[in-house]
Structures are given as C-alpha cells and as structure tokens.
C-alpha cells in the first residue's frame, strides 16, 4: 500500500467557494478523487486546515494552530511512513496583513523542502518523494468583496512566489505541478468543484507514470 500525504490549507481541505466554512463532500474535493482515480493499492491522507500558513502566525482567536511550520514534525511522525509528501502552501501567506514579500514565502517553503526530503522513516528509514503543487490563481477582483483589501496585490505575488517554487524544483528534481490553469469561485481564492477534479486528475497522472 503506497501512501500520500497531502498537507495544505483550505483547499486541500476543500472549503466551498464563497460558503460560511462549508466542505465539499467525498465525490467532490481533490483528494478524494485522487484517491479514486488511483485505486487499489493507494491510501490518500487528508492534511488540509483552513487559513493554514508555511510560517506566519495567525492572531485571530481560534487561529493559533495555523501555523503550518509548528505543526509539521508532529504531521509527519503521526503518519510515518508515507511514500508521498504533496505540499499546496503559501496562499495564506500572499494575505496583505503578514506583508510577505515573494522571496520571504519561499525562503519558509524552503523550510519545508529541507526538513521533508531529510525525514527519514522510523519504520524502514525510507524517504518520501515530495510533489509540490503551485498555488491556484488569485482573482482580486472578485476577492475584494468577501475579504476587502485581505489579499491586495497576490496575485503579482503569487505569480512570482510560484516563478520561484517552480525553478527551485526544476533544479532539485522535485516534481512541480503548475496549477495557472486552474479557476478559483466566487471568493477569488478557493477552487471550483471542476478543479479540484482537474487537479485532482492531473496528480494522479504523475503518480502512476
């Protein structure tokens, strides 16, 4: 049984588009169809926690556990051993309040990248592959009227925070799905049901080439 763990913010955890915290269901968030999409023979284990950051610490009451960095030693020894380790952070971070600059983002991504791929199994001492998916396209247009000025200038951000996610990869043969393909619903920011079933089929691909 190969298993992958998938950690993430909201949309891994598949908050519905422009809801009050509701959750898409078993046959609509993408890690579920990912499960399905690979059959037998896999286990798809869900980490995805609304308003989960890389590093950034979130002061609203209720927040204090968001903080992704905190969370992940524990995350991983919990499921130990994994033979996948899919990372979809750093939305969170694009919000104006932590006033991340791009580079900022991804020196904490690198945080990540750095303690998985050094991670070795208590059970076999094994290492998982990491899979990375870049962050979704951020609509602000459409963001302005469900968050005000909370994620005022992402999307250059995240365009450039991707850039780099995405030549660090290429560079350490770290397999890197670009995710500008996919569209975000009435929020601006979280993903449609239709691409949590595209991403949810393009990772399933590369999993069983």
């Known amino acids: 049984m190969k298993r992958i763990l998938c950690y993430g913010d909201s949309n891994t955890w598949g908050y519905i588009s422009g809801s009050d915290h509701l959750r898409y269901d078993e046959n609509t968030r993408w890690t579920k169809l990912l499960a399905k999409n690979l059959g037998d023979g896999y ?106 000025d909370k994620y005022k200038d992402a999307s250059k951000k995240r365009d450039e925070t991707n850039k780099l996610y995405k030549e660090y990869c290429l560079k350490e043969n770290i397999t890197f799905i670009d995710n500008s393909d996919l569209q975000v619903g009435l929020d601006g920011v979280h993903l449609t049901k239709e691409s949590h079933k595209l991403l949810a089929e393009k990772l399933a691909k590369i999993i069983l080439s």
Not at 65 to 74: A, D, E, R, V
Not at 114 to 132: L, M, P, R, T
Request: hydrophobic share 40%; aromatic share 14%; proline share 5%.
């Open 43 to 148: 286990e798809v284990i869900e980490e995805g926690l609304n308003s989960r950051t890389l590093c950034s610490q979130d002061l609203r009451p209720g927040k204090e556990s968001t903080n992704g960095w905190t969370y992940l030693k524990p995350c991983v020894q919990t499921h130990d051993k994994f033979d996948y380790f899919v990372l979809m952070l750093g939305t969170n971070e694009l919000k104006y309040a932590y006033n991340n600059a791009p580079q900022d983002i991804f020196d904490m991504f690198l945080k990540f990248i750095d303690f998985v791929s050094n991670y070795k199994s208590v059970i076999d001492g094994s290492i998982a592959k990491i899979i990375v998916l870049g962050m979704p396209p951020v609509n602000e247009e459409v963001s302005v009227d469900f968050w005000q």
